[in-house]
């Protein structure tokens, strides 16, 4: 045999463990090794054939401890490499046996050499590569083929035995055709050994040059590209993938289908393998359900997302049930939403920073950037928005809900533009006033937004049930409204200071509002701007099951400093009924009255130059009532969303 035509088996095993940045390859056009050159093995040589096929006819005296193919049906098919010695047949296809009944499995240490050799006059030089890629098992690259095969291959061939992270696969310029439902699932019986694999890494040349397609002809099956989670909706030991790193290609679907392809769903489970710890690089999405979805009922880990880009997807983030799972959202962009973009449950917490963020036109029910959904247990958590651009292109797009009694999500909003470009302003937060939740927004453009809603309550909420939820809003601009509602029954504490936008109007169903407004330039004479101030809007002065007489009151702590009180019934309507409006305590103690005038002229209280200190909750109690006659006798009069019910304390 031309001695050309060999390479040895410790100059290749070198260059695998020492990471050698290329290996001498006999030039197979000038010699090739054959089963009739009467081969016999030594300690230092390694035989090698162009394919497996005439590697079986190998018949040596001595079988040598390794073998080298170059393909295995043919040279450069993807189903060559180093093959290591055996002692008994192996139980997978990555195996042959030669001539005298010798078995060889690939090895952990096979070789992948780039395609482009560099040729010499003696040999044939070509730069090893640590990683494998589809077309090394017969992937086509083009969406003629169905590429199933070679993708379940190349998955299994990943898994190196022994070693403590899986070999990276590389996906090549081109389309990978899928059409196995979850062909990355950890419950896939072609990649059943990924259950509990640490460090997988799989990338590409390039969002717009390495596509995985999905084919979903269906309109009942939801496809995944990876799920966690097994066919009964849970998880067994050591699920799935953890710490894996994907990057750099595209994830899209083809096909008729109305069913939806998906990208990631994870089950975080109790044993210590949450299959977390995902990180994600300028991967792009098109024209899919879900990114990335969690379930589980216990602790996560942490998931982070670089410089990603969807494009008329559904959500990007759905924590279903986990707690303490933590996204970080560094520099992405999502086109075109169509549902909420992060949705969460049960004390989770977001980092998005920076980015851009479209919501779909096309929308037709109420969608969030982010939506806090009810959370039974009321766990803290923590979410923040820093240095966004938004976009909110259909009526029900908003920037965030938090719902339910018991949720405790602190929200912080900052730096950030948010604009309506069609269908008019919107309330752009809605908050359960029943829920604990702290909503923090500053230093942002709200461009043509209502401020916010206070939602429903319900019909036993009182004034005395706090702690309320709070929405302090700081420093904030735009040209548009800056308008606060609430719903039926809604006690909610507001502060806004400094914002600098438009008209500014407190309205709506609530039996009663919490606020404090400090030197904003609003449009309006519908405040009063002073430092410290809490204000209280009743919506009904005339429901005597709330407040057990025709007044209107708002509850100051006790132990509290009252330093002014100012009442301010606007002028309105037509009556000429004279009446005068007075500022009492729970024991009916008279503070202030003002002067009798018409209903339809301005009532003007100010209570100054007193200090009032609240030693009992009666009086911290502060009541306004109408007085026509004799005290608390109905009036046809209501304080209103322009009027002022204002107590400056300490």
């Keep these: 045999m031309d001695e050309g035509a060999k390479i040895t088996r410790r100059n290749a095993l070198s260059a695998l463990s020492t990471g050698a940045a290329g290996l001498l390859v006999a030039d197979s056009t000038k010699s090739k090794a054959q089963p009739s050159d009467g081969f016999t093995s030594d300690e230092d040589t390694m035989p090698q054939f162009p394919t497996k096929a005439l590697a079986e006819l190998f018949n040596p005296a001595v079988s040598p401890p390794y073998i080298r193919t170059s393909g295995g049906v043919a040279a450069s098919d993807g189903q060559g490499g180093i093959f290591a010695k055996v002692a008994v047949e192996p139980t997978h296809d990555r195996k042959f046996q030669i001539a005298n009944g010798t078995w060889y499995e690939r090895s952990h240490g096979e070789a992948y050499f780039d395609d482009d050799p560099l040729a010499t006059p003696y040999a044939i030089i070509k730069k090893m590569r640590h990683w494998i890629t ?150 792009r999405w098109r024209d899919l359900g879900t990114i990335f979805k969690v379930r589980g009922t216990v602790n996560g880990d942490s998931n982070a997302f670089f410089g990603t880009h969807a494009t008329q997807c559904d959500t990007f983030i759905d924590c279903e049930n986990p707690q303490s799972l933590v996204f970080n959202v560094l520099g992405c962009d999502f086109e075109l939403a169509l549902k909420d973009i992060f949705k969460f449950s049960q004390g989770n917490g977001l980092n998005v920073v920076g980015g851009s963020y479209m919501m779909h036109t096309f929308a037709t029910a109420e969608h969030f950037i982010l939506n806090l959904a009810a959370d039974p247990a009321g766990i803290v958590s923590n979410f923040a928005i820093q240095g966004i651009r938004t976009e909110m292109n259909s009526a029900f797009a908003k920037i965030v809900n938090i719902s339910g009694a018991n949720n405790a999500a602190s929200v912080v909003v900052k730096d950030s533009a948010f604009r309506t470009l069609l269908g008019g302003p919107r309330n752009s937060f809605q908050i359960d006033p029943q829920s604990k939740a702290l909503v923090v927004v500053e230093r942002n453009e709200l461009l043509n937004l209502h401020q916010l809603e206070w939602k429903a309550a319900s019909a036993n909420y009182e004034v005395r049930s706090g702690p309320y939820a709070r929405a302090i809003f700081r420093d904030n601009s735009g040209f548009g409204r800056s308008d606060v509602t609430w719903g039926a029954n809604a006690i909610g504490w507001t502060e806004i200071s400094g914002d600098k936008l438009g008209a500014m109007d407190f309205s709506g169903g609530g039996k009663g509002k919490l606020s404090s407004l400090q030197s904003c330039a609003a449009n309006t004479d519908r405040r009063k701007v002073a430092n410290g101030w809490l204000r209280y809007w009743p919506c009904d002065g005339n429901d005597a099951s709330v407040h057990g007489e025709d007044d209107f009151q708002v509850i100051i702590p006790v132990g509290s400093i009252i330093r002014e009180i100012h009442v301010e019934k606007a002028a309105g309507g037509s009556s000429t009924t004279t009446y005068q409006l007075e500022v009492v305590d729970a024991d009916g103690n008279v503070l202030g009255q003002s002067t009798s005038a018409p209903q339809n002229a301005k009532h003007t209280i100010s209570i100054t130059g007193q200090w009032l200190i609240v030693s009992t909750a009666n009086l911290g109690t502060i009541r306004v009532r109408p007085v026509s006659g004799s005290v608390g006798s109905n009036v046809s009069t209501e304080m209103g969303p322009r009027d002022i019910f204002a107590v400056e304390y300490y």
Excluded at 178 to 202: C, D
């Design 134 to 283: 589809p077309a090394d098992y017969g992937a086509t690259g083009s969406l003629s083929t169905v590429d199933d095969d070679a993708m379940s291959k190349t998955l299994d061939a990943a898994i190196r035995p022994g070693w403590n992270f899986p070999r990276p696969i590389y996906l090549e310029k081109g389309d990978l055709l899928l059409s196995e439902t979850n062909i990355l699932g950890a419950w896939n019986t072609l990649v059943a050994p990924f259950k509990g694999v640490f460090g997988l890494t799989i990338f590409g040349a390039g969002p717009y040059a390495s596509r995985l397609v999905m084919q979903q002809d269906s309109n009942t099956d939801d496809k995944w590209f990876y799920d966690g989670q097994n066919a009964a909706g849970t998880a067994s030991a050591n699920n799935g993938l953890i710490y894996p790193t994907f990057r750099d290609f595209t994830m899209t679907r083809q096909g008729a289908g109305t069913a939806k392809v998906h990208a990631f769903r994870l089950y975080a489970e109790p044993n210590g393998f949450p299959s977390q710890k995902f990180r994600i690089f300028n991967v």
